[in-house]
């Protein structure tokens, strides 16, 4: 096992920097970088996006700067190529690509990530910042759907084909149609003071008096603050987890063992729970790390903004609309290492789960 976690370590390098060639290959092709977002906000645009839609009226009745970057940066007009120059220098466009892009990975061995353009802070200190929301939403929702989904599914295999059976998953792909925006935008309506009840709070992850509160206090407020945009996240998730567990015990019982087990005089509980239950619950249990990474990391920008969190979700989607590259790529860098290292847990969860299972005989 140890040669085969090596190997896994070893393979994470040209992985990530395979990764991060695409990515930053792909933004050198993508109009509207910061130094376009600079001028279109000097040129009283707004963003550089109206720049681009409105360049042909923009234009006209004023001559062009003259130079190369007019064709370079749409709407520079009447801005000096001084000017322009010191820009590009500024945010490091002086230089090739290739040389960016061997001292940005050269500065992230040495962890740094390097600063916001636009926030005057490291990417590391913003990270940081976000991070709490980002945890909260992603672990409590995995929590609960795990805690919910698997005594369901496994009491859905018991009774499969029974009414229960029936209304309940009805009632689960009902909850997995419903998108989780309109959902959320449901329970504001009905429960944070929108047309009805003012039970749960409209914004934020704690109130402006927390510091004030007692231990029990902040816990009651913090869980006071969650519970919406938890249930928000979470309503989705339940389907498929319920289904596959349901699905890995309808597998599992059907089995030679189980009768064998059976015809020994087990009660039904032992050879559920004590037979059936690590064999089906392989799947499950170990790739609860990926399921936690992938909601901490991409399932919750619709969520964070309708709630008014500032989490990973809208740091992420802010830096690709302001062109903000060094929170871009360094939070790129980040999750993608996290990434890589859950998927290595992942596979060590599968052989705490079963210890019969060995990676190093299976890719031999």
Known sequence: MGAYILRRL???????LGIMIVNFTLVQFVPGGPVEQIIAQIEGQGDVFAGFAGSGDAGAGAEPAGGVFDDKYVGARGLPPEFIAELEKEFGFDKPPLERFLNMMGNYLTLDFGQSYFRSISVIDLVLEKMPVSISLGLWSTLIAYLVSIPLGIRKAIKDGSRFDTWTSGAIIVAYAIPGFLFAILLLVLFAGGSYWQIFPLRGLTSD???SLSLFGKITDYFWHIALPIIALTISAFATLTLLTKNSFLDEIKKQYVMTARAKGLSESKVLYGHVFRNAMLIVI???????????FGGSIIIETIFSLDGLGRLGFEA??????PVIFGTLFIFGLMGLVVGIISDLMYVL???RIDFEKREG
């Not at 070893?10 to 990530?16: A, E, Q, R, S, V």
């Not at 170990?286 to 901490?296: M, R």
Request: net charge negative.
């Open 353 to 355: 789960v079963d210890p």
């Open 286 to 296: 170990a790739g609860f790390p990926a399921v936690f990474i992938g909601v901490f």
């Open 10 to 16: 070893l393979l994470i390098i040209p992985t990530l």
């Open 209 to 211: 008096n927390w510091e």
């Open 320 to 325: 690709a609309v302001a062109r903000d590259y």
